[in-house]
């Protein structure tokens, strides 16, 4: 392990990391773990850039404190200058292998396998990551005969979910830059602007972070579905001018050192409807009764339910689910695929993990998205964001 | 074929790609084309939503104007706002098979599949897009045994290759816009301001637009690795304060209605040293030859060799590919993996074709980015953008 001033964490966290990986591989007899995520290989290695296009990788073999990247020439770079690898762990296939017909990057991996004696290994692979592609795992299997594939599932992002210090003390910073986005984009936001100028002003205050830290690109853009098509989630902004009487949903994602801490507020431009006013009242009660309840030992599945029965004495229950685990993120998601607030996870909640209890309700008419980022701390939770919990009325 | 004014080509547009796509699946004996490549199902529905982070697939079956979608339950009011599908022909997925240990959104798209009497057709699948995963694929496989599945590649992508007058039309409202960007990057860059605040001017400058027309979150962030960062490409911003004598590579990409349009260039704080100068020669009589020797009939292959030899003349050689198609994207790339401006690559250009011509050269202390995206025009090509081509020096 190379030291490195890039590294965001000391050499211990990523030691400890390392060993948590080690322990799940063992448990499941894994050799080698091939990361596809972005996440696991920023998690596990440091390294960050936006190379996660082309088909790259991380190698953990269990017990070697050593792992191995593999991606595109032109990227090793990056790797030596973002991660803690040596220079001899890190290998570029040519670009000839980017985006061509007639040769797969896999096969470039699947020679580093061989040429490094793990031909006939156990090899955990990620198959449900966003970053290992059907195509990717065919040329994996065809040219690595004697490896026993294992799916790892989402191992790392299990080792993930309890975050250190150091990691909350991230997710802090980014909470910080989370809310003043948030202020911006409720003081921004009026009949006549447009709401391209709106985000813009949102963009900015994401990135510009605070006097103290700057933001980051974020896995997700700001979602802020105005008027007619604030019943409908996962849009966007467009070119039209905020209309009286409309109301906005700003669902915003903040990043520091990729640690992601999303927050989403409603605006009603003029009086909202009684019904509008109702659905506020059933959401923040909801999030009242998991603030109050939700500590260590509590089950994921009754965290739904202790906020689904807060807002039924409302008449509102929310079909999706009401959360999930948040931390380190790149696009397409800021959820961390692994806890859920949903019947059925019966995940036993600990002390340092973060969730994004997310009780927005989508329905024609009336939809409010008014959500919480939460630290589990030893005793109960701690809202990570320090902002308003209501709908804002703006004129 | 549902009118929809939220759509942003008409009927007849639509109607022309359903049939070209209809004609190359013929070529290859494909009778059902599941898409998964949110950009090919932008592209054959107008469907455009935030969702790609869950399993979700466009049917295209040949000779049927009518596609079928299936996602998530709670996207299908996304799909039937943004999309001229029929109600029927959009389905939905329970919340229960997201990002679920005991069941797979694909078991969904196979019952569909099943349902429409599907079940021993011959499918086409795109198996090395983003959005298809090595567990999508797994099964769909298992489940549907009498489907014979064909590897319909980048079929699609391959469509969108020419493009047509519309999407032209949006292209260079992209350009537009990432010209003022790159403008306001800089104005704005000066030794002591904060990397994150040029980024945050930048972005500001990237959604909100020009006073007609707005843009929208882009495949990419910027990326603007500056100093001894800007010998490693796909490096974005840190909180640092720009250093006198550093040099920064502005890599920005605008977004109008999916069209990206991208744009590099290199600003020098203080004067840079000739070995700089010398690469911003090269680079520089690289783009002056291919504008001047690019047009119909030429072969990708010849516009890299175009580049290389005036290039060449400053003792300068690019081993990475000089550029590649652009057109529609999505995270986490807006190149359309189709044309590549390299050896090998024997792809005829036609008119309407959209490059990012992209020499930009990495190496220890001389690495600069200036780059052009052009248009192959019936007579030759065009520059989309109007921008200063040269090493920019600020103080």
């Known amino acids: ?26 448990a499941r007899q894994i050799d080698l773990l091939l990361l596809s995520d972005p996440c696991n290989l920023y998690y596990a290695s440091g390294y960050d850039a936006w190379s ?8 953990v073999e269990a017990g070697n404190p050593e792992p191995v990247w593999i991606g595109r020439e032109m990227d090793r770079r990056g790797a030596y200058l973002t991660s803690y690898l040596a220079s001899g762990d890190i290998e570029g296939y040519p670009d000839d292998y980017v985006q061509a017909a007639d040769r797969h990057p896999m096969s470039f991996v699947a020679s580093v396998i061989r040429s490094r004696g793990w031909e006939g290994a156990a090899i955990g692979i990620e198959r449900n990551s966003y970053y290992l592609g059907a195509g990717a795992f065919e040329v994996l299997d065809r040219e690595l005969p004697a490896v026993t594939w294992i799916d790892a599932g989402n191992l790392v992002n299990w080792v993930r979910v309890r975050k250190s210090p150091a990691e909350i003390a991230y997710m802090r910073q980014a909470a910080r830059i989370v809310e003043r986005a948030m202020g911006v984009g409720i003081e921004t936001i009026r009949v006549g602007i447009r709401q391209c100028d709106v985000a813009a002003a949102i963009y900015a205050a994401l990135i510009s972070g605070t006097s103290e830290f700057g933001g980051q690109y974020a896995s997700s853009p700001p979602l802020m579905p105005s008027g007619s098509r604030a019943d409908t989630p996962h849009l966007s902004w467009t070119d039209e001018r905020y209309a ?10 903040a990043a520091r050192f990729r ?3 999303p927050l989403a507020r409603s605006v009603s431009l003029g009086s909202p409807a009684e019904a509008v006013r109702k659905l506020e009242r059933a959401l923040v009660a909801g999030i009242d009764a998991v603030l109050s309840q939700l500590r260590p030992g509590v089950r994921a599945d009754e965290v739904e339910a202790m906020w689904q029965d807060a807002a039924q004495t409302f008449g ?15 696009p397409p998601t800021f959820g961390e695929q692994t806890v859920s607030l949903r019947p ?29 980022p939460l630290l589990v701390t030893e005793s109960g939770c ?3 964001c320090r902002f308003e919990r209501c709908l804002f009325v703006r004129s």
Request: aromatic share 10%; net charge negative; with cysteine.
């Open 1 to 26: 392990m190379r030291d490195n001033p890039e590294l965001h964490f000391t050499r211990e966290e990523y030691n400890a990391r390392l060993r948590h990986i080690w322990a799940a591989m063992q």
């Open 52 to 59: 996660f296009y082309v088909p790259q990788c991380l190698l």
């Open 244 to 253: 009286a009487g409309s109301i906005t949903n700003f669902e915003l994602v």
């Open 259 to 261: 640690y992601h801490v």
């Open 316 to 330: 509102v229950r929310k079909k999706a689910r009401c959360g999930y685990s948040i931390g380190i993120a790149y």
């Open 344 to 372: 059925g996870d019966d995940t036993v909640l600990e002390a340092g993990m973060t969730l994004h209890l997310m009780p927005a309700v989508w329905q024609e008419g009336a939809s409010l998205a008014i959500t919480e």
């Open 382 to 384: 701690e809202a990570l």
